[in-house]
């Protein structure tokens, strides 16, 4: 994204997307109206300049505002050319609410009589209506999937593939919301399992993107008007869903059905045909589909996402390539491992472009280069069985990364992985039976994550403990001024755990770690045995304090990033011996993370208080099935975010060393 041209607007106001100069107050009916604006002209890809917002028409003997007004091209813009009428409402208005509801968007179309369509929302509802004339003549509402894409009409059979949109700003977000909580609140089952309903549907969706010579899933809006219509749009999908079990052996289960009626599939296959999800950006995609997943999981085993701002600073931080192993040993919904890939993607991208090979030598070499990157390089494990099926949700939505995502409790013994697992981290098979260390050459090289931590969840399985130099009690040695390691055994929480473990999962030498700690380890006294290990085992890279609210709304625990390089064994030895060596460690604080307690996002003000703007040009469809590029420009408030300056300060300190 690339930002410039700063100016400042008014305290609690938003700038109007179509005019770019009109300050709106900022609720949470004109934020709903301005993520519709952006989706109309960045996805169903109308111009500004076919638009109006706040339109006044005559309405009886009064006049009334539309939300927003759209005109075909060179249309005139008068109340008899109105083409399309939307209706923007905060989330708790109603569809069915006799002011705001439906009906008033309605009877604006009365009032204008050319109008063909028709969209009202709230953000987690959304309607659109094509306006017909039935066999009495009467002017009638006649629902429709979605609006028509600028110079198409909304198709009466399957759509094409090409006229499939890609989501952009929260469009997908919106989506996936709004199709949660229908399945929540129509087919009568819980949060989490209407999530993982909502997962198998997806699925087919990229199945069908991806494997289908014509879009199978679909609804028309006359099978929508009746049972037996929703029953066809039914047996698509479970023709599809077959596929999905079969191309997803170890996500779903061959005896595994859609538990959705054929009402609710019905609505949710309507909400998601026009959309194509490989097309998506990937930071769309990413945070739509985390934060339902984030919607359905408690804290109560430490499960808390790291914002996607901080996987990005962390990422950037380590800058690995397509030799990297990456690992996240706690990989949750897959945050970091997404990020990492396609940080990686990104910079094979850019190699094979700029290596003077022909067009049909760089494709080739694409292909295979990004393939083999996908399949031997990215690695994840998590011991939620629902996340581990959500990360690999959460891959093929992106590029695929599925097949290194493992079920297993990262903390057990390296004799309790399973050989492929161990063969995933490079780990030597026969050196785990010894009981080895790690020699060169073995590991992963690069390790980024956010482990589960909190003493809520102590580790005090023997098995587990008395595989790690933490699982044992330390004491303070006031003559040796060091901590002596004892044999008995002491329940932790995970957290000081996982650092000895992703340290030992490092190749010596090369590999290296950034992982979120609670601010405790740093400074805690109690907890001096641990900062020594690292002393003696790793090399301090950096220490990055993060903002108290990094992690809220959901919890205010204070942490720090942490960042080291394994030692190799000369090393090792050389600060076991009490040799001490004076490095410079990169520190630094992040005072502004985006957003504040409420999770509610932060803007950039200036010295007076103002919020700044600033012209921004973001691309809406990302480099993931194309090498096209939608770019669109608009005046933004600018967020208030030290993260990725932070990981550009480390990397020109890093080439300085």
């Known amino acids: 994204m690339q930002v410039d041209k700063a100016s400042v607007i008014q305290p609690e106001t938003i700038l109007d997307f179509i005019d770019g100069t009109t300050q709106r107050k900022d609720t949470p009916e004109e934020r709903v109206r301005q993520e519709i604006l952006k989706s109309l002209v960045r996805e169903y890809g109308y111009k500004k300049d076919q ?79 094509r306006y017909v004339v039935d066999k009495t003549g009467k002017r009638v ?272 013994p390296f004799s309790a992985f399973s050989p492929d697992l161990l063969k995933a981290l490079r780990l030597d098979e026969k050196d785990v039976k010894e009981n080895k260390a790690t020699q060169e050459g073995h590991g992963v090289t690069a390790i980024v994550t956010n482990p589960p931590f909190g003493s809520k969840i102590p580790v005090d399985d023997p098995a587990i403990l008395g595989a790690y130099d933490f699982g044992h009690s330390w004491r303070y040695d006031e003559d040796e001024m060091e901590w002596i390691m004892e044999d008995k055994l002491v329940s932790r929480p995970p957290e000081i755990l996982f650092i000895e473990r992703c340290v030992k999962l490092l190749e010596p030498g090369k590999g290296v770690v950034a992982i979120v700690i609670p601010n405790g380890i740093l400074g805690n006294p109690g907890l001096g045995f641990v900062r020594q290990w690292l002393f003696r085992h790793t090399w301090i890279i950096a220490s990055i304090d993060m903002h108290p609210d990094t992690f809220q709304p959901n919890v205010g625990v204070q942490t720090s990033v942490l960042m080291v390089r394994r030692l190799d064994a000369d090393e090792e030895a050389w600060f076991r011996s009490g040799s001490i060596l004076d490095y410079k460690i990169f520190m630094a604080i992040c005072d502004h993370v985006g957003h504040d307690k409420r999770g509610i996002t932060t803007y950039v003000r200036d010295e007076d208080g103002y919020p700044i703007v600033r012209d921004q040009t973001t691309a809406v469809t990302g480099l993931v099935a194309s090498d096209e590029e939608n770019a669109h420009s608009s005046k933004e408030r600018v967020i208030d975010d030290d993260t990725m300056a932070i990981a550009d300060a480390f990397l020109e300190w890093r080439r300085d060393q």
């Open 51 to 129: 638009i109006e917002v706040e339109y006044s028409i005559k309405f009886g003997s009064n006049r009334k505002a539309v939300d927003v007004a759209i005109w075909k091209p060179g249309q005139a813009h008068t109340q008899e050319g109105i083409y399309i009428i939307v209706e923007c409402k905060d989330p708790k208005t109603k569809s069915r609410g006799k002011k705001d509801g439906v009906d008033q968007m309605h009877s604006y179309a009365s009032a204008c009589m050319n109008s063909t369509y028709g969209m009202w929302t709230n953000g987690d509802e959304l309607l659109t209506f």
């Open 141 to 412: 509402p006649d629902p429709v999937p979605d609006l028509p894409h600028a110079g198409g009409e909304v198709p009466d059979d399957a759509p094409k593939f090409d006229q499939l949109r890609p989501a952009a700003s929260d469009s997908l977000l919106y989506s996936f919301r709004r199709c949660h909580n229908y399945i929540a609140g129509n087919q009568g089952i819980q949060k989490a399992e209407a999530f993982l309903e909502l997962l198998k549907i997806i699925f087919c969706k990229i199945q069908d993107e991806r494997d289908s010579p014509t879009p199978t899933f679909y609804i028309t809006p006359t099978e929508r008007q009746g049972a037996n219509g929703k029953k066809k749009c039914r047996k698509r999908i479970e023709k599809l869903f077959g596929s999905v079990k079969q191309s997803y052996e170890t996500i779903f289960k061959g005896d595994e059905q859609i538990g959705l009626t054929d009402d609710v599939l019905a609505y949710i296959v309507a909400q998601l045909q026009m959309y194509s999800l490989l097309e998506s950006d990937v930071d769309v995609k990413g945070h739509a589909y985390e934060t339902i997943v984030g919607s359905n999981l408690r804290g109560d085993k430490g499960q808390f996402f790291t914002p996607r701002n901080m996987c990005r600073m962390m990422v950037r931080m380590v800058d690995p390539n397509e030799e990297d192993v990456i690992l996240d040993p706690a990989m949750g919904t897959c945050g970091f491992l997404v990020t990492g890939m396609n940080y990686v993607l990104e910079k094979i991208s850019e190699s094979v472009e700029s290596s003077g090979r022909s067009k049909t030598a760089k494709k080739e070499a694409l292909t295979r280069r990004k393939q083999d990157f996908l399949t031997r390089h990215i690695v994840g494990i998590d011991f939620d069985p629902i996340l581990v099926r959500a990360s690999k949700m959460n891959m093929v939505m992106n590029n695929d990364g599925t097949g290194q995502l493992f079920h297993a409790n990262s903390l057990e």
